[in-house]
């Protein structure tokens, strides 16, 4: 039996948030009472990305009430300080000066017509801070800071083969060296795209009526822009997949998706590539960042052997992949990140080779290009690559950074363990191999050395037909979009001819502190011909293989239901039983609906 | 399907884009953390408890006060004035006195130079407390007796009696959960000292008179020196009605303490934590009918949670009670009401504003019944509409005049084919085990106006400038409704202008005083005629001096296309307008709305509260997943009673809008608490609203063909709360697909939100084992 330890949690889970303080009481919190926060839990926790590479995520930032060290009313020995970057005023007077390496510079990317350069802004500071407070482009707005509800986002235009490429981010949690050598376009900039200062997407919302109180319209309006510059002609069900990142309490959606459907049939209007692309260029041309600014730095090698030495040199810097965990750190736990280490210009990092026997995703390839890369491979995944997150997030995640955070609630870990995932771990120049299920020694505590860092996700490339498992991947979640499991299954069969288990991988997220396989269940089926009495038998052991906590997303003994009825349905699903997924339902047939309004 | 009538009007009844239409698709509209700030601003965070309930004993802010960047702290003791933000009972302190009611109430605000500063700095804070036991639930509250408000009883005839002599009795009990308001604009107020001593208020507010009053109150200055302006709100839907004053006292205090303009902008996860939400109501019911389903008799307990202070419960729980008739004439009735305390953020006002928990439970007993009755939930509900006398008296005494419903009922279930996918949906079922289909109709009846009387009247100012061009102002907010371009086509067409020569202002304490909140869904209706009297004092003395000019009967000049004309005589308005100003005559002025007709006794709880009723009904047909519990809207039909209206495009959103919500509501927004009291769903990561995937390809709206009685604004009627009830339909369809996995007559006990967990105990309830 699995027990869960969730002591580690702690610091992450007390979601304290931003500006307020929840002040500890002298009566200190029951384990049972920390116990119940544990699985609380923003995706974040899954498609993170941070604490990528460390060994358990440190207590770098100050518990949330600091005791007094003699008595409860005594002061803190020393004034208190915050870091020097907090103090704008006084930020240039505290520069490091006389200690600048070759490779120091500002951060640059291009906004609005020019090559901008940051050079006094802390690296922890956010591009939706940078818009809002340094440029006072208010278009973009704050509506949750953590990539939830989309009100922040932008679109980061970049160079891939050639050719500039603009995807939607989140403005929130993106943090400023994150646009480096990038070019930046905000829903004030796709105005002027047009004539009469709108946009297509923008003139299709006017029209149909897709603003209410309109706060939430701005990022919209760049998800849709997003879309119809990537797939011009998009149709209902592509614009409700771009849509999945945006949260709207007004419209009630309707206006918003048949304005996405219109402007995406409207000739594209994108900015003129060739400044910016020069500009790209231009910018590529610069050394490897090295930034420093109020007392923190941030490091960006180019090259998988400077990225080893420099980690194994500084094993305490916090590695930077999409930045969407490492984000909220900055927005949510005002951490402070003294020493980062970008990984997004590693070439060794970004690539998916496919050999004979293994897809490897690079570390910093982002979950948009590594799904696309799975699901060509394993169709079966297709739901959890559109259920996972939303696009502004899978366009800064990545893969790696999801797995490497190793949260139970990751959507992503089942599935590539029940595909026999392994990890490639790198520490200066040596490698190593591990299954994924190995990597995961306790709550966000895995199996990485100091300055051991994963380099690549290595799946299993698919068998021929005749030697496939049978592969499925449920996700069982209280929304059906951008929501985290409440239990996710995966599991990979392997039969004979005779329909013998010859092999059963199931795994489960949300049933324990980590991903888990289910071993009791998986012996219950090897050996065993494929039949609903076999699966029962399974789903009778997953009680056994599993003791999930109750909390916000279910009570424990719903999460076991839930487990069972999800290999029930795998046992169905293998039957050909039609229907067994709701969005295979259309409405009953209707006579042709009448006009409306 | 009916169509408006073509308009008689060059304005009203057209379908105008929202007038900041295009500042928000550009990002040009500013909300109030856009405006530029002042220099010298400070920030503002909140420090907080965190304990459900008990004594603060030690508070040390030595090391906050320390630390550099911080500009003041501000406690409970530094409160020289009011100490209270509550709009009807003084029991909302700004700042936690000693006491803490509820995990995550404010115990002292700082500001600093900036937020990170400020965010940064309550963390060093030191608190203890004495804890006391906690009530965080509907059941220990009522355990323990604890109310903000006394129990209320309300009756007609005699429910005991009836209940003995009907054919047929089901007793149940029934739950239904709150709801986050989640309006994508958080909290935010920034306050500007000004150089008199008075204070500037930018605040994202449903009513900037009681943010004027209550910080006026907290500041110890008298109302004229607090000037509360706002221009729109990022969404409102009741949680900024009282829920913005704590923040617009805090930030004004800050100011005042340090002189120095202060903005206090809630994080998400603090706005969630600190701010009240819809009730959750719990239920019982003792309910007697006969064959037909036809209720003899009702004895209903609403037991509802209304967190640590009574803010806004009393008026919430009442259009509770007034609503538990819905659509239906409810004989002898009784009904008990507890307004329960809880060690929890103190409930407020949410669209609909207690009358979607009146109208849950009725629905829940008709769809009971049906079951009982083996027979489909259309025929109970229509056996128990309101008729003709005796059947039109609500159960408060009010005649309802125009009951339009069973027409509605009818036409939309002809339209929505209900009888074919009844049949289709019952042969589907039969041949799969694990996807059920459920439909559902149901119907809603909303009353129209603030149930305390008083509070229906409204101000507007009108200036008309040399140039013709006219600046209204009104005590509305514009928070997505639409309420200003509604405004500003009334006044057009009053004046006969072309539409973009009427602009409506900010919303300002300063133009208009005194004004009611921009609630109930009456808005458009106050403030437009408000609007509509100003304009029409214009025009009249306009007529007048024209009537003068060419010698013609005042009565004969008409308005129109920006011209003024009687027979061959013709001036345009910009021209009649110089002539006005060079004759000395005002072209301003101001005007006045009070809703005619309502009373309501509080003592006998008897009377007209409502101007008028909006009608609606709704057909939704959901699927669900019984292996999973999920669920999903596969279709929904809309034939809505706005009455003639004012702008279709605008009212086809606010059905659309308010029906998502509701569907929020009722499936997937669930708010849970953990065991300490703190809300573990806090943040839109843990807090599910729709998305648009939850939005079906069918999705239908009809305006019913149905002109207000009451003369009202041009014969229109109220849309902003109605609709988010047509969601009950998404609910009871559910429950109908549920019905389909049960045995004949059984009930299926669904509790709401209807959330995977909800649908899988319900099924194991009823005992279902899909495709075993």
């Known amino acids: 039996m699995k027990r869960l330890t969730y002591l580690g949690c702690a610091a992450l889970s007390v979601a304290v948030a931003g500006g307020v303080l929840y002040v500890h009481g002298v009566a200190p919190a029951t384990l049972a009472m920390a116990l119940a926060l544990l699985l609380v839990p923003c995706w974040w926790c899954c498609s993170s990305f941070a604490g990528y590479g460390a060994r358990r995520l440190p207590r770098r930032c100050p518990p949330l009430t600091r005791r007094p060290a003699a008595g409860p009313a005594a002061p803190q020995a020393g004034k208190p300080r915050l870091p020097d970057y907090l103090y704008r005023n006084r930020a240039a007077a505290r520069q490091p000066s006389g200690q600048h390496s070759m490779e120091q510079r500002p951060i640059q990317f291009y906004y609005q017509g020019d090559i901008v350069r940051v050079q006094q802004q802390p690296p922890t500071r956010t591009v939706l801070q940078f818009l809002r407070d340094e440029r006072h482009a208010t278009g973009s707005k704050e509506g949750c800071a953590e990539g939830d509800c989309g009100a922040c986002t932008v679109a980061v235009g970049e160079l891939r083969h050639g050719k500039l490429v603009w995807r939607n981010v989140n403005a929130c949690l993106m943090l400023l060296p994150a646009l480096d050598g990038k070019a930046l376009l905000t829903v004030e900039d796709v105005a002027a795209l047009a004539p009469h200062g709108l946009h297509p997407v923008q003139r299709a919302l006017v029209e149909q009526h897709g603003s209410q109180c309109g706060f939430c319209t701005p990022g919209f309006v760049m998800s849709l822009f997003a879309l119809a510059s990537q797939h011009p002609g998009a149709g209902r069900a592509e614009v409700i997949d771009a849509l999945s990142g945006n949260l709207c309490r007004c419209t009630g959606y309707r206006p918003i998706i048949d304005a996405g459907v219109a402007a995406c049939a409207a000739p594209p209007c994108l900015p003129d590539p060739e400044p910016i692309a020069a500009a790209l260029h231009t910018m590529s041309e610069a050394p490897a960042l090295d930034y420093r600014a109020g007392g923190a730095r941030l490091r960006s090698p180019r090259t998988l052997a400077e990225l080893a030495e420099l980690y194994a040199a500084v094993p305490e810097a916090r590695l930077l992949a999409g930045g969407t965990d490492l984000g909220l750190w900055v927005t949510k736990q005002l951490h402070e990140l003294p020493e980062l280490i970008a990984l997004a210009h590693v070439d060794e990092l970004k690539t998916i080779e496919h050999d004979p026997e293994w897809l490897r995703i690079g570390a910093a390839v982002t979950l948009t290009d590594a799904f696309a890369a799975l699901v060509a ?26 797995v490497a955070n190793g949260s139970p609630i990751g959507d992503s870990m089942p599935a590539l363990i029940a595909l026999g995932a392994r990890l490639r771990l790198h520490r200066l120049g040596a490698e190593r191999e591990l299954a994924l299920e190995d990597f995961y020694l306790g709550y966000q505590h895995n199996a990485l050395a100091s300055g051991e860092f994963v380099r690549a996700v290595l799946v299993p490339r698919r068998r021929p037909s005749n030697a496939a498992p049978f592969i499925r991947a449920y996700k069982a979640s209280k929304r059906y979009e951008q929501d985290i499991a409440t239990v996710f299954l995966a599991l990979a069969i392997t039969r004979d001819d005779s329909d013998v288990v010859q092999d059963a991988r199931l795994a489960l997220g949300g049933m324990a502190a980590v991903p888990s396989r289910a071993p009791q269940a998986e012996a219950a089926l090897i050996g065993r011909p494929w039949n609903a009495v076999a699966v029962e038998a399974a789903m009778n052991e997953l009680q056994h293989d599993f003791s999930p906590l109750s909390d916000l997303r279910g009570r424990a003994d719903h999460r076991q239901r839930l487990a069972r009825r999800l290999l029930w349905r795998a046992w169905l699903d293998s039957q050909g039983m039609t229907p067994l997924q709701l969005d295979e339902l259309e409405p009953i047939a209707l006579p042709a609906p009448e006009e409306t309004l | 399907m009916s169509t408006p009538p073509p308009p008689a009007h060059d304005h009203v009844g057209l379908p105008y884009a929202h007038d900041s239409a295009r500042l928000h698709v550009t990002g040009r509209a500013r909300y109030t953390d856009d405006l530029p700030e002042l220099p010298g601003t400070l920030h503002a965070a909140l420090g907080c408890a965190e304990v459900a309930h008990g004594r603060l004993s030690a508070l040390d802010l030595d090391t906050v006060r320390q630390l550099p960047g911080v500009r003041a702290v501000l406690t409970a003791a530094d409160l020289c004035h009011g100490t209270s933000c509550g709009p009807i009972e003084p029991d909302d302190p700004i700042l936690c006195a000693g ?43 009522r355990a323990a007796a604890d109310y903000v408000l006394p129990p209320v009883e309300m009756q007609r005839g005699d429910a005991a009696a009836a209940l003995q002599q009907a054919p047929h009795r089901l007793q149940g009990q029934l739950s239904v959960g709150g709801q986050e308001h989640f309006y994508l604009e958080g909290q935010v107020s920034y306050a500007v000292p000004r150089d008199d001593g008075g204070l500037q208020l930018y605040c994202s507010t449903q009513h900037p008179s009681e943010m004027q009053q209550l910080v006026a109150e907290a500041l110890g200055l008298p109302a004229h020196a607090v000037t509360v302006e706002c221009r729109r709100i990022g969404g409102g839907f009741g949680g900024k009605e009282t829920q913005s004053a704590q923040w617009a006292c805090l930030a004004a205090l800050l100011a005042q303490r340090t002189g120095r303009p202060v903005k206090l902008r809630l994080d998400r996860d603090v706005d969630i934590a600190v701010t009240g939400k819809r009730h959750d109501f719990a239920y019982d019911y003792d309910a007697g009918f006969d064959d037909s389903g036809r209720l003899h008799g009702l004895e209903l307990t609403l037991a509802a949670r209304c ?17 538990v008739d819905n659509a239906y004439y409810l004989d002898a009735v009784t009904l008990h009401n507890l307004r329960l305390r809880t060690h929890t953020v103190s409930n407020t006002a949410f669209r609909g504003f207690g009358g979607p928990q ?106 008309v400038y040399l140039d013709g061009s006219v600046l209204v102002s009104h005590g509305g907010i514009e928070m997505g409704q639409g309420l200003h371009i509604k405004v500003q086509q009334v006044v057009a067409e009053e004046l006969g202008l072309p539409l973009e020569r009427v602009r409506i202002g900010a919303t300002d304490t300063a133009k208009v005083p005194n004004t009611s909140a921009s609630a109930a869904s009456s808005s458009a209706d106050l403030n437009g005629q408000a609007a509509r009297q100003a304009a029409g004092a214009i025009r009249t003395r306009l007529a007048a001096l024209f009537a003068v000019l060419y010698g013609c009967h005042a009565a004969t000049v008409e308005f129109k296309g920006g011209q003024v004309c009687s027979g061959e005589h013709r001036l345009d308005f910009s021209e009649l307008v110089t002539l006005a100003y060079r004759r000395r005559l005002p072209l301003w002025e101001a005007g006045f709305y009070r809703t005619p007709k309502i009373h309501y006794d509080a003592d006998t709880r008897q009377g007209r509260p409502f101007y008028y009723f909006a009608y609606g009904a709704a057909v939704s047909e959901v699927a669900v997943d019984t292996l999973s519990g999920a669920t999903r809207l596969l279709a929904v039909d809309i034939l809505h009673d706005v009455g003639r209206s004012l702008n279709p495009a605008i009212d086809r959103g606010q059905i659309e809008g308010g029906f998502v919500q509701g569907m929020g509501w009722l499936t997937s927004e669930e708010l849970c608490w953990q065991p300490d009291g703190r809300l573990a769903t806090h943040a839109p990561s843990t807090y599910k609203i729709p998305t648009a995937y939850d939005v079906p390809e069918h999705f239908t709206v009809t305006l019913f063909d149905n002109a207000n009685i009451e003369e009202g604004l041009h014969h229109s009627k109220a849309v902003g709360e109605p609709p988010l009830m047509l969601a009950l339909s998404v609910f009871f369809a559910i429950r109908d697909a549920l019905g389909y996995c049960a045995a004949p007559g059984q009930r299926v006990p669904l509790a709401a939100p209807a959330t995977p967990q909800a649908v899988l105990d319900a099924l194991d309830a009823i005992g279902y084992r899909p495709g075993a």
């Open chain 2, 358 to 463: 009146g109208m849950f439970a009725i629905e829940s007993v008709l769809d009971d019944i049906a079951r009982t009755l083996q027979c489909d939930p259309l025929v109970v509900r229509r056996a128990n509409f309101y008729g003709a006398a005796p059947r039109d008296t609500t159960h408060y005494g009010m005649t309802v005049a125009d009951n339009v419903l069973p027409e509605l009922v009818d036409q939309l279930e002809r339209d929505s084919h209900y009888p074919e996918r009844r049949h289709a949906i019952a042969a589907f079922n039969a041949a799969s085990p694990v996807l059920k289909r459920g439909l559902a109709l149901t119907p809603v009846k909303f009353g129209i106006a603030f149930t305390a009387t008083h509070y229906n009247q409204a101000g507007a100012l009108a200036h």
């Open chain 2, 99 to 141: 006491e803490v009611s509820f995990f995550g109430q404010p115990l002292f605000a700082v500001a600093a130079d900036s937020v990170e500063i400020a965010r940064r700095a309550v963390r060093l804070a030191w608190a203890e407390y004495e804890t006391q036991p906690a009530h965080l639930d509907i059941a220990s509250a």
């Open chain 2, 307 to 323: 967190g640590h202070s009574a803010d806004l419960s009393g008026p919430v729980n009442d259009r509770a009670l007034f609503h």
């Open chain 1, 377 to 402: 491979e394993y169709p079966e995944l297709a739901e959890l690559a559109r259920r996972f997150a939303s696009p502004p997030i899978r366009n800064a995640a990545t893969l790696a950074g999801n």
